[in-house]
Structures are given as C-alpha cells and as structure tokens.
C-alpha cells in the first residue's frame, strides 16, 4: 500500500504520520523536546527537533504494517524561527517564533526603512517577533555565530527536511511569516533586505509546497528507518498544513487552531492587509489565495502553564484530566475572576511584547477551580477578539483544531463564548499532519485539489453555545477587552523597571 509519511514539528514535539490515500491516518507516533524561556528569551536546540523525529519513526516503524510503501515524505512545523546552519549543523539554539528579545532592532528596522513601506512590502506587521527584526538582533549581537553561518532556515520543519536531503529550503507560506518575502511578488524582499543591511545570500531557495526538493539521504536513512532515495517534498509551515488538514482551504472558510500558541483564520481569493489589527497575510498553499490569521501567542500554553505553577514543590503537576474536571466545577464567570492571557507579550488584536499574564477579581472565596476555569475563558475570549480583528460576522460553526480540543469543558466554553457552534475536528491534533499529506497527494497526483471529500474532514463533536452562558459571557467580554488598554501603560512602566541595571 502506498502510503504518505507526514512529520509535524510542532512547538512540544515532532509526530510522524502515515496517511493513505483516502485520507485516514494508519498509525502515528509522537516525541517531545524542551523549551527554553528567559525573559523575551524563548529557544529549542534544532538537535532536539531530529532526535525526536527519528525517535517517532523508530516507533512508527515497530506499529507499522509490513505491506506500507512511502511515496513521500513532506513536512510540517513551527513558522517564523531563526535557525543559523554552519557547515555541518545547527550553530546553536533556534529563535522561535515568540522569541520577543529583537523590541530594539524592531524599532530602528521601522525608523529606517517606514511603517508604511515596511507593510507594502510585507503585507504585515513587523515586530520583535519577525525574523526580520531577528536576524537584524543576531547581527548585532552575536556577529560571531552569523559569521558561521552558511544559510538560515525558518521553520522547523526545514531544519529537519535538510537533516533527510540536506537541502536549504523554504515554503511561501512560512517565508510569508518572516518579513523576509514581498507579499506582492511571492519572492525574497531583495531591497528591503538590502537596506537594512542583510545578506540575502544566506536565504534558502523557495518552492512551492509539494515540489520534490531531494531524496533522503543514506546517512538519514540509517537514523530514520526510511529507504534511502525515498523523495522528499516541500513542507509547509502548520499554518498551512492546518488550514488544508481541518478543510478549511476554500475561500471563506473559518476556523480556529487550539494548541501551545493559536489562531483564529480564514481563507480568501483576495486579501487586503490588516496589520493595524494584528491581522496576518500570509501565502496559501494554493498559489492564488490567500490565508489572513488573528494570531494568538499564547493559547493552550496558559493551561500548560497553570499546569504546572500549582504543582506543590515535592508534588507532580496536575494532569489534564484533573484540570479538566476542576473547570467544569467552577460556574461560567469563574466567580468573577479574569484573565488577561498573554504570557508572553501578543500580536493581535494588538502587538505588544510587553503585555502579560494577568488575574483580575482574585478573592477570599477564589478556589482552584475558579483560577482553572478563569484561564480557560480568558483565553476563549482573547480567540473572540481575534474574530473580531479579522472581521468575520457569519456565525455558522467553527471547525476546531489543535490540542485544546481534546478538552469538552474548554471547547464549549469557546463555543459560549463566541456564541457560534464549535465542530472538533477528529483527531485535531492530527491537522497539520494530515494536511501536509494532502498537499503531498495532490503533488503525486491522488488529489486534483486541496479538498478532494468531505471524508478526508471527518467531525467528532459538535459544541452547540448553552444560551444562559453565552447572556453571561457577553456581559464579561467588554469587561476583558478593556483590560489590556487599562494596563497598556502598567506593562510597559513594569517592563522598563525590569530592564534597568542599576
């Protein structure tokens, strides 16, 4: 049986997938690799990424029936990273997408070249956390390690393509995330790049999603239990990948993704950017559309967070069935508790690097359950704001993807929230695995487009807004979205007193 094998490199670990024709997911296998947080500091070491990767093939490979042939590989993973290759491998850790350290080389990057320019060009906003602004804090910071490098990929997925074929390369849909790529042209911002001073010879070569970019190596052979020669296609960055795999790759469609970061998207033949609102224009993996996403840099990383800060010191975390269980205690409203999710600063509906993870309405009476389920709604109406950001008014249901859909309390405290019904998509972990093989299927010629059935799209679930929670929610929402104006100027004063020396 010819079969397709998807590798999602996603923010906690890396999942190999083999997918058959019609689309279901034969077996998979999942492992995991750290982060490391500072303050504005957040990285993973690219070692960790391949160590992962050829730990799920090992398992993969043991589930797996002996009648499988790969037709392909393709990949997924993290857009918008930094990831200086020397000669023989990564040099040093990889700046991840919330890495927020670049505020002063996003400043002097948009003193020198403009806003205005800088969005014609990009078609979005160009904070701290683009690579743009990145690249621009490596260079001043750490010249030494730029020296050594002789390209810079930008997804993790890349880094591990080039491990198989050792190929540099780059899809539209990540490039389109990094302030590197002019939106108008679908190309590498060559006199952008230029004025700021960058080499643009470092660049990776761009191909479409699901073009051939090489064949697997013997070395990556031998640590990944795939033939050698086997091909390796283009990836695409998990916006992408999840866009396709949740069947929301038609024009109009929206959805929402649910997993340590997130995002509200919809689909569109025509775009018109909207960095003012946070709003992102990014490259689909259909050459003529487009993908505009209200990003979240923090969604289901709240819960992991609340995790483990009441963990006792000698105790283990609770786990999420106990968190899960401690939500549905507390009443919608949490006993009057908010919270403001943005642990580590966000982009939309405003950009802020500063801005914080915040408890508002915390009493005597707040139990545990309350602080649980407070951080479940906060960061459902946050996704309430991206809705409003990209400027979608139709309520028909909301397809859900990413790990926070496993959570029933959470998934209908999204569907209170934003009074809209909420579908689960099966196994919406899955997604992005699942999308990466139908961008790969129709580059084999299985599919003639990104949405060959209903089936390849199947629904576990659907969440219909109890209308008593939706009254309650929508009293509370105006409350929350006033929070982060309040304390706009409080973030800001309590960041500069943290950065002073003395």
């Known amino acids: 049986m010819d079969v397709i094998l998807a590798i999602d490199v996603g923010t906690t670990g ?40 050829c730990a799920a093939l090992g398992e993969l490979w043991r589930n797996a029936g002996q009648d499988v042939q790969v037709a392909a590989v393709i990949l997924s993973g993290q857009m918008q990273d930094l990831i200086p290759l020397g000669d023989d491998d990564a040099l040093g850790p990889a700046l991840l997408y919330a890495d927020s350290r670049a505020q002063a080389e996003a400043t002097a990057i948009e ?90 010879g470092l660049l990776p070569a761009l191909h479409p999603s699901g073009a051939q970019i090489g064949v697997v190596s013997v070395p990556a052979a031998q640590m990944t239990g795939l033939p050698a020669g086997t091909p390796v296609l283009q990836g695409v960055g998990d916006l992408g990948a999840t ?69 006792s010191p000698a105790g283990e975390p609770l786990d999420y069935a106990q968190l899960n269980r401690l939500g549905a205690e507390a009443s919608p409203g949490s006993g009057g508790v908010l919270y403001l999710p943005y642990l580590n600063g966000e982009r939309s509906p405003f950009s802020d690097p500063n801005a914080r993870a915040s408890f508002l309405g915390v009493s005597a009476a707040t139990t545990q359950a309350d602080l649980v389920r407070a951080v479940m709604e906060g960061t459902a109406f946050a996704y309430r704001s991206l809705r409003e950001a990209l400027g979608v008014v139709e309520r028909d249901a909301l397809v859900l993807a990413g790990g926070g859909g496993k959570s029933p309390v959470w998934a209908q405290i999204l569907a209170d929230a934003l009074a809209q019904p909420v579908q689960i998509a099966a196994a919406p972990g899955d997604a992005p695995a699942r999308g990466a093989a139908i961008v790969a299927g129709r580059a084999l010629g299985w599919y003639e487009t990104l949405t060959p059935g209903e089936r390849f799209f199947p629904v576990q679930t659907v969440y219909t807004p109890i209308a008593a929670n939706v009254r309650i929610y929508d009293r509370l929402y105006p409350v929350f979205a006033g929070l982060y104006p309040a304390l706009r100027e409080s973030f800001a004063a309590l960041a500069q007193a943290l950065n002073q020396r003395t």
């Open 14 to 53: 890396a999942k190999a997938a083999l997918v058959e024709r019609k689309g279901a997911i034969l077996v998979s296998a999942f492992a995991s690799y750290p982060t490391h947080t500072a303050a504005g500091v957040v990285e993973q070491n690219p070692q960790d990424w391949w160590a992962a990767v």
């Open 111 to 200: 003193q020198l070249v403009g806003r205005e320019t800088l969005t014609m060009v990009t078609g979005n906003a160009q904070t701290a956390s683009s690579v743009l602004a990145k690249w621009h804090w490596l260079a001043l910071h750490e010249p030494d390690r730029l020296a050594k490098t002789r390209a810079l990929l930008l997804g993790s997925h890349d880094y591990v393509a080039w491990r198989l074929c050792g190929v540099a390369s780059a899809d539209p849909t990540t490039a389109a995330t990094t302030g590197l790529l002019d939106w108008r042209t679908r190309a590498w911002a060559l006199d952008l790049l230029a004025q700021i001073g960058l080499d643009a």
């Open 243 to 311: 866009t396709v795999g949740v069947g929301a790759a038609a024009p109009s469609v929206i959805y929402a993704y649910l997993g340590t970061s997130g995002w509200i998207a919809v689909s569109r033949s025509d775009a018109v950017p909207m960095p003012e609102r946070g709003v992102f224009t990014i490259c689909h993996p259909q050459p003529d559309l487009w993908i505009q996403v209200a990003p979240v840099l923090t969604a289901g990383g709240n819960l992991e967070w609340l995790r483990r800060a009441l963990a």
